[in-house]
């Protein structure tokens, strides 16, 4: 069992770059510990800036910091940092074209017992909806790893949502498949397509199995790029299956579910379900408590798809 999380993948990635690129900045918001960053601090101090909790300065600064030709990572907990700090989100960093990567640590559910207060259930549709600005949320560790190597070949905004656990791997050690802004096909299947993304990526493979044992032929597509959306991979998982089934562990509105609802919808009509948390505040619990009382495991993923298939 994997336990290295994600945001311990993220700050080797960044010190490793940060060797040879002294413009290579990182900024928290009294999080340096539970964002995995105490090492980069230690190691890089003038490359690091704490601006304690202030998440609206810390988008700001790292906006100014970028503009001035610094490439930034501002890292602050998800439900903080997409709603204190949007406006500077959106008018310092996309608006501006700043080279801003804004990393959501311990998005979704898993800050647990905590609540609603540190939930980030509504990340995904409040970023996407600034012009400009991209969102991820990759699955596991290796792809985490990928991915920010990626962004720091690049100088356009963008928001990362990962979460505080350690997850299951889904890829194997040096062969992760990875291309920026494309889906990757976990598995193909001809009658239903699950397309998840962030942690509920490895349910729906696991879900796949189960449904595999029953006669059902899965496909799983793993959206890590939820925006840009993938909308090539969304349009082949619906016209080579009977149904398509989203999962994201995000509101009902706004997130992954809708996107792909409008793209299906208007290109190439299919059967489809969101799998989503509620619309309501979540009972509070370990992530994995969460999943499975809202059938968000893989369980309840194979479950909803068997039902459905079959209704």
């Known amino acids: 069992m994997n336990k290295i999380a994600n945001r311990a993948v993220m700050c080797e990635v960044l010190m490793e770059r940060a060797k040879r690129d002294p413009d290579l900045v990182v900024l928290c918001s009294d999080s340096r510990g539970s964002a995995s960053l105490a090492p980069f601090a230690q190691a890089y101090p003038k490359q690091f800036v704490e601006v304690g909790i202030a998440e609206q300065d810390l ?9 001035c030709g610094k490439k930034a990572y501002a890292v602050s ?22 080279n801003v990567k804004l990393i959501g640590i311990s998005g979704g559910v898993s800050y647990g017992a905590l609540g609603m207060t540190h939930h980030s259930a509504q990340d995904i549709a409040a970023m996407a909806a600034i012009p400009g600005m991209r969102v991820y ?22 928001y990362v ?12 050690e040096g062969s ?10 976990v598995r193909r299947g001809r009658d239903v397509a699950i397309i998840a993304c962030g942690e509920m990526v490895k349910p729906a493979v696991d879900a796949a199995d189960a449904l595999t044992k029953e006669g059902i032929s899965a496909a799983v597509l793993d959206m890590y790029c939820v925006k840009p959306l993938d909308t090539q991979a969304v349009l ?11 999962v994201e562990e995000h509101a009902p509105w706004g997130g992954l579910g809708p996107m792909v609802d409008r793209v299906v919808s208007e290109n190439c009509p299919r ?8 619309d309501e505040p979540v009972i509070t ?18 479950k909803t798809v068997a039902d459905a298939l079959r209704g």
């Open 59 to 67: 988008v700001s600064i790292a906006a100014g910091l970028a503009v």
């Open 77 to 98: 907990p998800a439900s903080f940092l997409s709603t204190r700090s949007y406006e500077q989100a959106k008018v310092d960093c996309a608006y501006s074209r700043a």
């Open 137 to 158: 949320l990759p699955s596991d560790r290796r792809q985490t790893k990928r991915l920010f190597e990626s962004l720091l070949e690049d100088s356009q905004t963008a």
């Open 161 to 172: 949502r990962l979460g505080r656990n350690p997850v299951e791997d889904l890829y194997e």
């Open 176 to 185: 992760v498949p990875f291309e920026m802004d494309r889906a990757v096909w």
């Open 236 to 246: 082949e998982a619906a016209q080579s299956s009977k149904l398509v089934v989203t």
């Open 271 to 278: 059967r489809v379900i969101n799998l989503a948390l509620p």
């Open 285 to 302: 619990g370990e992530s994995k408590e969460v999943f499975a009382h809202y059938g968000l495991d893989a369980t309840g993923i194979s």
